[in-house]
């Protein structure tokens, strides 16, 4: 598997983002809410000025940043150069779809668009988006990855 493909997947997922958020940003009101499933799953449209949890509000230009210098890290340290497996590029693609769905938002908009809202045992978590749970899943799956690859070296380590 090429590593094109990191570009691919996360043009893929990008595009899906923002398919999703113009959907809901055309469809529904500031703060509207729709029942998927009572008590637990909505729809719910706000506007997030901050990062994950509405920390760092009103500090655009610093996510802005931020989030443009982890694509460099990310691209020039992690893919650039790098002999990836499937998995990594896989993840990779998804990690970079996410980012750069939630930068678009932040350049265009000046806010994020988030919309999936859950209600776990009463407890209403902070509104999230496609472009999170990309980013979220994505780094997940490289602490597995990286677990698995240390696991490896040390049984090949042992074998030695």
Do not use: H
């Not at 509207?32 to 729809?43: G, L, P, Q, R």
């Not at 996510?63 to 992690?78: A, M, P, T």
């Not at 990836?84 to 908009?109: A, H, M, P, V």
């Amino acid at each position: 598997m090429k590593k094109k493909f990191i570009l691919f997947i996360a043009f893929f997922l990008f595009l899906f983002d923002q398919l999703i958020k113009f959907v809901v940003v055309t469809n529904m009101k500031l703060f509207e809410s729709i029942k998927v499933i009572n008590n637990f799953f909505y729809i719910t449209y706000v506007e997030n000025k901050g990062a994950a949890f509405s920390i760092l509000t009103g500090q655009k230009w610093f996510l802005i940043l931020s989030s443009i210098i982890v694509l460099i890290i990310l691209y020039f340290n992690f893919i650039k150069g790098q002999k990836l497996n499937k998995y990594e590029i896989i993840t990779y693609g998804t990690l970079l779809g996410g980012i750069i769905g939630n930068l678009y938002d932040r350049i265009t908009r000046g806010i994020v668009v988030d919309y999936l809202d859950f209600i776990i045992f009463n407890y209403d978590a902070p509104i999230f988006n496609f472009a999170d749970i990309c980013i979220v899943v994505s780094m997940f799956v490289l602490v597995l990855l990286q677990l698995r690859g240390e696991k490896d070296e040390i049984q090949n380590r042992r074998e030695q």
